[in-house]
């Protein structure tokens, strides 16, 4: 091998960049001692950035496409080297391919509760979890503020910085947009694209942006939930009154369903308070309006072996006053053992004051 290809071994032609990962920001061409040839291939695909650094200093960016380095298109380096009439000899640069594509994969989520003051319930700790998608919105200044001269700058690295910030503003956010807590959830979308406009300007000086901001859920404490739970229950039973018959007709069908020894003793108890609960609530009139009126009994009457009625007291009455019924008709309502004379019925004595007993066998 002679000198000249020794020498052309060393020079670099081709500057690229393949991605076989998906959380690479940010990579660093491997150029070790090696120098790039004036005239070499820089090619830059979609969703590419790339940024020639030359001690340190950032120079030229370039973004998709395909160039061939001179001095005409590195007039930044060209100016930091002193390359003022093309000088045309290998030179020395760090070059940098840095992924403008938006990165889908980060999640978040609140790792201590976030209290808000809510209009309804007064001050609320809510926690929250989603995700968000990143992308690279000034490659050179992701360069100057977070890479530095790391040769592969990951998602993992700012991973945490990021989430740290998401959840520093969810507070203020949930607290500013006025929204009660009971209507959160339909307001998840806008509060979200609200999040992602503050965070992109926050990071803007890091040269990131937040295009996608997702929250995926909203939630309070347990025991929260548990009583959000029993307003909903009393809302969907009715007043309060239906409510307490509610609750007492639950704990008796659960005295009942328990038995066996101690716990037969237990239910038994319990079945009897609760009982008594509903006794109570049963018999306490409902503030909607006036109790229902006592239902009459029903009497059936014999006559000629036939069966009829049912009658309440007052037909009978009217039957007794015309004849139609009288002290030896039979008589029966629910409760009774057997069909009775009228007369013997205690219930129905006040019809028959009106109505003279039958004349004595005439002798």
């Known amino acids: 091998m002679g000198l000249w290809d020794k020498l ?21 061409f491997p150029r070790y001692e090696n120098e790039i040839k004036m005239g070499a291939k820089l090619i830059v695909r979609e969703s590419q950035a790339a940024v020639f650094v030359n001690e340190g200093q950032v120079a030229d960016v370039f973004t998709p496409g395909t160039y061939t380095l001179t001095t005409q298109n590195l007039p930044i380096l060209s100016t930091l080297k002193g390359w003022k009439y093309g000088f045309e000899s290998p030179w020395k640069a760090e070059v940098y391919f840095v992924s403008t594509r938006q990165f889908t994969d980060l999640k978040w989520g609140t790792q201590n509760p976030v209290i808000v003051r809510d209009p309804e319930f007064g001050a609320v700790r809510l926690r929250a979890f989603g995700a968000f998608a990143m992308r690279v919105a000034d490659p050179a200044t992701l360069l100057r503020e977070l890479v ?25 956010a949930l607290a500013t947009a006025g929204v009660p807590m009971l209507d959160l959830a339909a307001r998840q979308q806008a509060i979200g694209a609200t999040l992602a406009t503050v965070l992109t300007d926050e990071l803007a000086p890091s040269g990131i942006a937040i295009p996608k901001f997702i929250i995926e859920n909203i939630s309070v404490p347990p025991e929260v939930e548990e009583a959000l739970d029993k307003r909903t229950s009393i809302g969907v039973v009715g007043d309060l009154d239906s409510y307490t018959k509610f609750q007492a007709a639950n704990a008796m069908e659960d005295a009942a369903n328990n038995s066996g020894g101690a716990g037969e003793a237990f239910g038994f108890g319990l079945g009897m308070a609760a009982g008594q609960r509903a006794t109570q609530a049963m018999n306490t009139p409902s503030s909607s309006g006036p109790p229902p009126l006592p239902a009459t009994a029903a009497w059936f009457i014999g006559v000629n072996g036939q069966q009829q009625g049912p009658y309440d007291q007052n037909a009978l009455a009217s039957m007794a006053s015309s004849g139609q019924l009288n002290r030896e008709t039979l008589v029966w309502k629910n409760g009774m053992a057997a069909w009775t004379a009228a007369g013997q019925v205690g219930e129905l004595a006040g019809i028959f004051a009106q109505v003279p007993p039958p004349l004595p066998p005439q002798g």
């Open 148 to 172: 530095g001269t790391d040769p592969q700058f990951r998602t993992e690295e700012v991973r945490e910085y990021l989430r740290q910030l998401v959840v520093s503003h969810l507070g203020s």
């Open 8 to 28: 052309k071994g060393e020079l670099i032609d081709i500057i690229e960049w393949l991605d076989d990962s998906r959380d690479t920001i940010v990579w660093r």
